[in-house]
């Protein structure tokens, strides 16, 4: 926690990913160590995320990508974080993430790369760590 105030994250879906298994489990031990943790629902896109991370005013934005599509996806997101104003929160991604792809998505931003064998317990000792 920083302060009185518990870190809000918005765990997000993005694009065509159907597979939100990940995400639930995610969001729940965030609830359970506690995080305020909106949910976003299934296909979401850049734009929508984006707008609800800022009417959230959340702390931490947190992708679920199992599609393959998360280079694409986080490339189209970066501008309109920065652009609402959401550019100084802390970015991570966590699912079906290659090696390879992790140092590209920390060069867009995002701080935290879970790939899908990532253990909770460190996804939340980072976000506790890290969140502004």
């Known amino acids: ?3 009185t105030r ?18 639930k489990v995610v969001a729940r031990a965030l609830r359970d160590a506690g995080f305020d943790v909106v949910y976003t629902g299934l296909r979401q896109t850049p734009e929508q995320i984006a707008g609800i991370a800022r009417e959230q005013d959340a702390q931490v934005i947190a992708l679920s ?14 501008p309109l974080l920065e652009a609402a104003g959401l550019g100084d929160r802390l970015w991570i991604i966590g699912g079906n993430l290659p090696a390879q792809d992790h140092d590209a998505l920390r060069a ?12 909770l317990e460190d996804i939340i000792d980072f976000i506790r760590t890290n969140a502004p």
């Open 1 to 3: 926690m920083n302060g």
């Open 65 to 78: 990508s199992m599609a393959g599509t998360h280079l694409s996806v986080c490339g189209r997101l970066k």
């Open 108 to 119: 867009l931003g995002f701080r935290g790369v879970f790939p899908s064998s990532s253990r």
């Open 6 to 23: 518990a870190i809000k994250v918005v765990v997000a879906k993005p694009g065509l990913d159907g597979h939100d298994h990940g995400a």
